[in-house]
């Protein structure tokens, strides 16, 4: 049955949405930040071990599953097994705790792009003080709303009149600005030790059982964080895919092109933060504070970050328009299914409503953030001893259900519906990497899955006490 909801025009701009969702500040700061904190090397080993024998298949079991269905995530798995309805829903909640948070970033750095402006008139970046300011000033609340808006308005534009279109212009800009920004990187003095960082073997995060495992951690949360699994978005996007497109060739590019991204943005980071003594591992700060420093002393400063600050507002935006589709589509299907029309502008309303609550406590919750002394008006909100709300939001979202729902999915395709997707994927394309896809999705990927589904929950436990 083909839904009302809306068609990509073009494979490419289907390819062009699912990295715009994918490629976003989990790859251009939570990749160098959770490298720097899992020792590099070793993290970016584990990276790639588990984009090919988890990231990959899963991406390509999302985007099958929602063009098999034509339906976003809560009735594509009802249409699956009705007792596996309950996946649906909690990755489906996913994007309202990423999307309560995601925007107040998206607003910090707009603040910073328009910031960068003023380079080019001699002033200088003041990045300690700056960041603090940006938390506790009430006023950034402003930039987020605007950052919000412009999120509202290319979701209520459809899926190829709004985010087609911008994803098709922003994604290759984006790319082009972050090869820019990387040589840029590379070739300051002192930016070899970012390299080896990088690239050079060394297993200093895996030298022990606790080791491997916080590494593990890490770069499982930052794989489903990057290509954003299990949050509804690739089933909601695959549910616009024209049938006749090849969605083995489509799993790979995705996969392989946000890896590029999170290299790339490596690249651009960690070798300016040796060449001036930064710390790797330092947070938002390695975004809000360590680029600042850098670009103030680097010559051609104004220009490259300018360049830089656009780069990340156009990531921030594309992700957070994936992020409120993949809500919005599932609630677009409840309506359909009760004979009622598709109405996208009413839709995008309720999440946008729900996108304002949650990023207005995100906001108030920024002295505390900036300042542990500081008392926040957001305390009450502190669950479970979480020590602020943007943490609250992360943990349940990327920490917990992400990881979680992913296993119960691969359960589901490897184990209890098997060979579910065959058709779908046949249907365009010979299923080549079938062998492979099924030993990965029924024994590897459950294994990692349920490791770091463990040091999450963990981590989360720890958080706590």
């Known amino acids: 049955m083909e839904q009302q909801k809306g068609k990509f025009d073009s494979n490419f701009g289907f390819l062009m949405a699912s990295l715009g969702s994918a490629v976003g500040l989990g790859n251009l700061w939570g990749f160098p930040f959770k490298m720097g904190l899992g020792g590099g090397f070793a993290f970016l080993l584990l990276y790639v071990i588990l984009l090919v024998v988890v990231g990959y298949p899963l991406v390509l079991s999302e985007v099958a599953i929602g063009r098999k269905s034509q339906k976003a995530a809560i009735e594509a798995y009802k249409e699956i097994h009705p007792g596996f309805t309950f996946n649906g829903v909690l990755q489906t909640?996913?994007?309202?705790?990423l999307i309560a948070f995601y925007c107040t970033f998206g607003g910090y750095v707009m603040k910073y792009f328009f910031k960068s402006l003023t380079m080019f008139g001699g002033k200088q970046f003041e990045p300690g003080p700056t960041f603090g300011e940006t938390l506790m000033n009430a006023s950034s609340v402003v930039w987020v709303l605007i950052f919000l808006?412009?999120?509202?308005v290319i979701v209520l534009g459809g899926v190829s009149g709004g985010i087609e279109k911008f994803c098709k212009i922003a994604m290759p800009a984006l790319f082009i600005m972050l090869v820019v920004i990387a040589i840029r990187s590379c070739t300051l003095s002192g930016a070899g030790a970012g390299l080896a960082f990088l690239f050079k073997p060394h297993f200093e995060g895996m030298n022990s059982v606790g080791g491997f495992f916080e590494t593990l951690k890490l770069a499982g949360s930052q794989m489903f964080f990057s290509l954003s699994l299990a949050s509804g978005c690739l089933i909601a996007y695959g549910s616009y895919l024209d049938k006749k497109e090849n969605l083995e060739k489509d799993a790979v590019i995705i996969t392989v092109g946000d890896t590029c991204a999170a290299l790339l943005a490596g690249l651009a980071i960690m070798p300016a933060c040796a060449a001036y003594g930064l710390e790797f591992g330092a947070g938002p700060g390695l975004l809000f504070v360590s680029m600042p420093t850098v670009f103030n002393d680097m010559k051609g400063g104004a220009f490259f970050a300018l360049l830089f600050w656009l780069l990340v507002f156009f990531a921030c935006l594309s992700s957070s328009i994936g992020m409120m589709e993949g809500g919005i589509s599932a609630i677009l299907d409840s309506r359909i299914k009760k004979g009622k029309s598709a109405n996208r502008f009413a839709v995008t309303m309720i999440m946008g409503a729900w996108a304002v609550i949650g990023n207005l406590m995100t906001a108030l919750d920024g002295p505390a953030l900036a300042d542990a002394s500081n008392p926040s008006p957001m305390g009450w909100f502190h669950l479970f001893g979480i020590p602020d709300v943007l943490d609250v939001w992360d943990a349940v979202a990327e920490g917990i259900l992400m990881p979680l729902t992913g296993l119960i999915m691969a359960i589901l395709?490897?184990?209890?519906?098997?060979?579910?997707?065959?058709?779908?994927?046949?249907s365009s394309s010979a299923f080549k990497s079938k062998g492979f896809?099924?030993?990965c999705i029924k024994w590897l990927g459950p294994i990692f899955m349920a490791l770091i589904v463990w040091g999450q929950i963990s981590s989360v436990i720890g958080m706590t006490k």
Do not use: K
Not at 93 to 97: D, Q
Not at 149 to 152: D, G, Q, S, V
């Open 413 to 426: 395709i490897g184990w209890v519906v098997p060979h579910y997707i065959d058709d779908e994927v046949e």
């Open 93 to 97: 909640a996913v994007p309202f705790f």
């Open 149 to 152: 808006a412009l999120t509202i």
């Open 437 to 439: 896809f099924n030993f």
